[in-house]
T-cell receptor, first 114, second 116 residues
Framework: GDSVTQMEGPVTLSEEAFLTINCTYT??????LFWYVQYPGEGLQLLLK?????DKGSNKGFEATYRKETTSFHLEKGSVQVSDSAVYFC?????????????FGSGTRLSIRP | DTAVSQTPKYLVTQMGNDKSIKCEQN?????MYWYKQDSKKFLKIMFS???????INETVPNRFSPKSPDKAHLNLHINSLELGDSAVYFC???????????????FGPGTRLLVL
């Protein structure tokens, strides 16, 4: 079945450091890919998404490119801030195998030191 | 204005009790969901309703019964609560976009359930 694998946390960085959170997926069809973020004590919010190969999603300085050849959707940010501390979830939705269902990765906790 | 709201925010109860969690969305969406997030932050879908009709029902004990009185509400009733039910439960909603593109899901703030 479809699945998402993301790097285990926690990830701790200093402010202004470069961030990469790896995410790879397996899917039977042509999935849409997402990054969701969960700030402490809150629900999940969509951070960015990409719906087809080579698409780049971007928001708030974060970027991720849909790579079909490597089945990856790594999240990057050039200079992180303390306010980026949160749990980040990579996710996919494959309408051909599971309509309306999003499959989440296990989440990566990110902590940024001032 | 809150798009997806849940009540209560916190719920502490004894094993064996029956409890309900309510969810409302004011986004006009047709599809609503319940997710369970465990202590390790792992998030798993439980149910999905589209226009009050059940469309996804994952392997969930039948002690959990969702009810959708209208498309803006999706409540979750849990009978005979067990220690393992302790988790954060998230409601979400989305609007089908049609075609092969998965629509964005909007999440509520979560209900933190602790079973003692």
């Amino acid at each position: 079945g479809d699945s998402v694998t993301q790097m285990e946390g926690p990830v701790t960085l200093s402010e202004e450091a470069f961030l990469t959170i790896n995410c790879t997926y397996t899917a039977t069809g042509y999935p849409s890919l997402f990054w969701y973020v969960q700030y402490p004590g809150e629900g999940l919010q969509l951070l960015l998404k990409a719906t087809k190969a080579d698409d780049k999603g971007s928001n708030k300085g974060f970027e991720a490119t849909y790579r079909k050849e490597t089945t990856s959707f790594h999240l990057e940010k050039g200079s992180v801030q303390v306010s980026d501390s949160a749990v980040y979830f990579c996710a996919l939705s494959d309408l051909y195998s599971s309509a309306s269902k999003i499959i989440f990765g296990s989440g990566t906790r990110l902590s940024i030191r001032p | 204005d809150t798009a997806v709201s849940q009540t209560p925010k916190y719920l502490v109860t004894q094993m064996g009790n029956d409890k309900s969690i309510k969810c409302e969305q004011n986004l006009g969406h047709d599809t609503m969901y319940w997710y369970k997030q465990d202590s390790k932050k792992f998030l798993k879908i439980m149910f999905s309703y589209n226009n009050k009709e059940l469309i996804i029902n994952e392997t969930v004990p039948n002690r959990f019964s969702p009810k959708s009185p209208d498309k803006a509400h999706l409540n979750l009733h849990i009978n005979s609560l067990e220690l393992g039910d302790s988790a954060v439960y998230f409601c979400a909603s989305s609007q089908p976009a049609g075609g092969a593109v998965q629509e964005t899901q909007y999440f509520g703030p979560g209900t933190r359930l602790l079973v003692l």
